[in-house]
């Protein structure tokens, strides 16, 4: 199985600051048509988690500007450029490259 | 609106079964893949399996293949997961969800609420 493993495990962050979340697979997410199979998504607190980045980059319909997903191969890294109260939960990278797909096992994003 | 109710969860001891079903509304189902996903109370999510659009393919992590079946039923925008020989580590928060793509993973768009299964004697 692809292992997603997910930094830091805990990020308390001040509103108004950046943040970043990183998260490394055990194989490279490089598909053969060139795109990177690794999305992200938030679970916020009593809810089903929503997509917020998808093949690597992309940002899902009515996500904010201030999410960015970025990486290739192995390595990707969430970034939000100033943190909003309404971005607290946990955040969760997911391949879906390989079967079974599977989730890093999350970054909780609190405030400070 | 654009929307995925689960239902059909409820206690269940061990080695029985049960079957989870998933309504959608508000978009072209039988053009959508679709899949299930579980979380464990105070843990990450963990895709189950998955159906393409016209339930001709079928995937399933290991620890359920050959105890859950996924299945569809495009005339009724039904989605269903028949789940036997229930072990406790089965007892999770099942969500059905939508991909993007018809046919083949790429990322799940729209989630229901879930429906809880607890297997516990």
């Known amino acids: 199985d692809f292992v997603m493993t997910q930094s830091p495990l805990s990020l308390p962050v001040t509103p108004g600051e950046p943040a970043s979340i990183s998260c490394r697979s055990s194989?490279?997410?490089?598909?053969?048509?060139?795109?990177?199979?690794l999305d992200w998504y938030l679970q916020k607190p009593g809810q089903p988690p929503q997509v917020l980045i998808y093949?690597?980059?992309n940002r899902a319909s009515g996500v904010p500007d201030r999410f960015t997903g970025s990486g290739s191969g192995t390595d990707f890294t969430l970034k939000i450029s100033r943190v909003e109260a309404e971005d607290v939960g946990v955040y969760y990278c997911?391949?879906?490259?390989?079967?079974?797909?599977?989730f890093g096992g999350g970054t909780k994003v609190e405030i400070k | 609106q654009v929307q995925l109710v689960e239902s059909g969860g409820g206690v269940v001891q061990p080695g029985g079964s049960l079957r989870l079903s998933c309504a959608a509304s508000?978009?072209?189902?039988?053009?959508?893949?679709m899949h299930w996903v579980r979380q464990a109370p105070g843990k990450g999510p963990q895709w189950v399996a998955f159906?393409?659009?016209?339930?001709?393919?079928?995937y399933y992590t290991d620890s359920v293949r050959g105890r859950f079946t996924i299945s569809r039923d495009n005339t009724q925008n039904m989605l269903y997961l028949e789940m036997n020989a229930l072990r406790g580590e089965d007892t999770a928060l099942y969500y059905c969800?939508?991909?993007?793509?018809?046919?083949?993973?790429?990322?799940?768009?729209?989630w229901g609420k879930g429906t809880t299964v607890i297997v516990s004697s």
């Open positions: 969800a939508k991909d993007i793509s018809s046919s083949w993973f790429e990322y799940m768009d729209v």
């Open positions: 508000g978009f072209t189902f039988s053009s959508s893949a």
């Open positions: 159906i393409r659009f016209d339930g001709g393919s079928e």
């Open positions: 194989q490279s997410l490089l598909h053969g048509n060139g795109k990177h199979y």
């Open positions: 093949l690597g980059s």
């Open positions: 997911k391949q879906s490259l390989h079967v079974p797909l599977t």
